[in-house]
């Protein structure tokens, strides 16, 4: 990357947030169905087990915005890897299903509070010109967080009456090595000239390459100093279109689908016929499409932009999710055919969605309430993943047509996604974050 080794050691750094945030999705799809037995759950408690951790990340994506504009982006970076730590130990250990839920769902607050607080602060230390590569990198070890707890999975499935514990307790490992790390990284030059601290700013600025570091100081205190009279709230009017972009654009990433199949991919496999132990390598095939499409989406989000990753992927999606909708209509699994459709989502879905939801979101809102507007995009997004987890595997066991209906809704919404992407969205690439804010008209 043509950016100086300081600002990516800074973005990876935080990016590694992601990892336990992936990872923390995707575990659950390797032991569901050993905690839905242990505790003899009917499909709702069941459903609401799984639903837990997202209903977790709806609260930690409220409420991370405001302590990380009070005490800075860097020490709720740390708070966060805590979080992730002791989690990971209590829900491996515990005998108790009440104590499983309620530590699922407090790791599923220092789920929420990453998606908002680390692509935030990696925007806020990116120069311009590779901002979208170095936001990229957090959904990037979101997605070899999925991939490690898919691998996991398959290699713990069967060493003992209790791997389902093991599965969970690894993720204690990346969790104490983030926690210490973040130490290690400066604050958020923005969040600094926002409280008053300038030289520091500049001392960041020039560590990690800005060229010119008074400017981009005097920048950004124009703009924060800008419409002084009107109270910094997201929701005082003038902020109405970052507000739509980011609303839609979280709704319809959840709305592909994506988190119900990372979730039940093992179930979805089994459904086809595939036996239980198949059916967990087949989701580890997932897990690896879905990194080598963000790491080539990353490659080029910069050089194409946000909008034309969104497009070729709403195509590639429909098409995908709707031979996925074909199979389950005609019961003609013919195989690993739907494996091989469901891979054919997930590379569109990671050259997409995937890798521009956090960069968009994070760079869309100006600097005076962009933790604000990072709160609520990111938010969106976990009330949407929360509902159609819970509701997946009800629809799709409801009937014979279950997984039909569920993959025909998938599919017609990224249909409408598609147009969305095309005829609605504006392009960010290449500027500055106070340029968008002047391209958007918001001064």
Same mark, same amino acid.
């Given at each position: 990357m043509n950016t100086p080794a300081t600002a990516f050691r800074n973005a990876l750094v935080a990016a590694l947030g992601g990892f336990l945030f992936g990872f923390d999705t995707a575990v659950i799809s390797g032991v569901e169905k050993s905690i839905q037995i242990l505790w003899s759950?009917?499909?709702?408690?069941?459903g609401f087990t799984v639903a837990a951790a997202l209903m977790g990340t709806v609260i930690g994506a409220l409420i991370a915005g405001r302590p990380s504009?009070?005490?800075?982006r860097k020490k709720i970076l740390q708070a966060i890897g805590l979080l992730y730590l002791v989690t990971s130990l209590v829900t491996a250990l515990t005998p108790a299903w009440s104590i499983f839920v309620v530590f699922r769902f407090l790791g599923g607050i220092g789920v929420g509070a990453s998606s908002v607080v680390g692509p935030l602060y990696i925007s806020e230390i990116s120069p311009a010109h590779s901002r979208g590569k170095l936001v990229?990198?957090?959904?990037?070890?979101?997605?070899?967080?999925?991939?490690?707890?898919?691998?996991?999975?398959?290699?713990?499935?069967?060493?003992g009456e209790d791997s389902w514990r093991w599965m969970l307790g690894v993720q204690a490992v990346p969790s104490l090595l983030y926690f210490v790390m973040v130490f290690f990284v400066p604050e958020s030059p923005r969040w600094l000239v926002k409280h008053g601290r300038p030289d520091e700013a500049r001392q960041?600025?020039?560590?990690?390459?800005?060229?010119?570091p008074a400017e981009a100081i005097q920048k950004i205190q124009a703009s924060l100093h800008s419409d002084t009279d009107v109270k910094e709230s997201v929701f005082n009017g003038q902020y109405n279109k970052p507000i739509f972009y980011a609303v839609v654009l979280a709704m319809f990433n959840q709305l592909s689908g994506i988190n119900a199949i990372m979730y039940y991919a093992p179930r979805i496999f089994e459904m086809t016929g595939l036996a239980k132990d198949t059916a967990l390598l087949q989701a580890v095939s997932i897990g690896v499409t879905n990194m080598i499409f963000t790491l080539l989406a990353l490659s080029v989000i910069d050089r194409f932009g946000r909008k034309t990753l969104l497009v070729i992927g709403s195509v590639g999606m429909?098409? %995908?999710? @709707?031979? $996925?909708?074909?199979?389950?209509?005609?019961?003609?699994?013919?195989?690993?055919?739907?494996?091989?459709?469901?891979?054919?989502?997930?590379?569109?879905?990671?050259? %997409?969605? @995937?890798? $521009?939801?956090?960069v968009f979101i994070s760079e869309i809102f100006p600097n005076k309430v962009r933790s604000q507007g990072q709160t609520l995009g990111s938010s969106t997004h976990w009330i949407m993943a929360a509902v159609i987890s819970w509701t997946f595997p009800v629809l799709a066991e409801s009937s014979d047509m279950g997984g039909f209906y569920s993959f025909l809704i998938f599919t017609l919404m990224m249909l409408l996604h598609g147009f969305f992407a095309w005829k609605v969205l504006p392009e960010t690439k290449g500027k500055s974050l106070e340029g968008i804010q002047e391209s958007l008209g918001i001064h």
């Open positions: 759950l009917d499909d709702f408690s069941h504009e009070k005490y800075g990229g990198l957090f959904q990037f070890m979101v997605v070899s967080g999925i991939l490690i707890a898919f691998v996991s999975n398959y290699l713990l499935f069967g060493v960041v600025f020039t560590d990690i390459g800005e060229p010119q429909v098409i %995908s999710l @709707g031979l $996925v909708t074909h199979a389950f209509y005609t019961k003609q699994f013919g195989g690993y055919a739907v494996m091989l459709y469901l891979v054919g989502f997930i590379a569109f879905f990671a050259f %997409s969605q @995937g890798a $521009v939801i956090w």
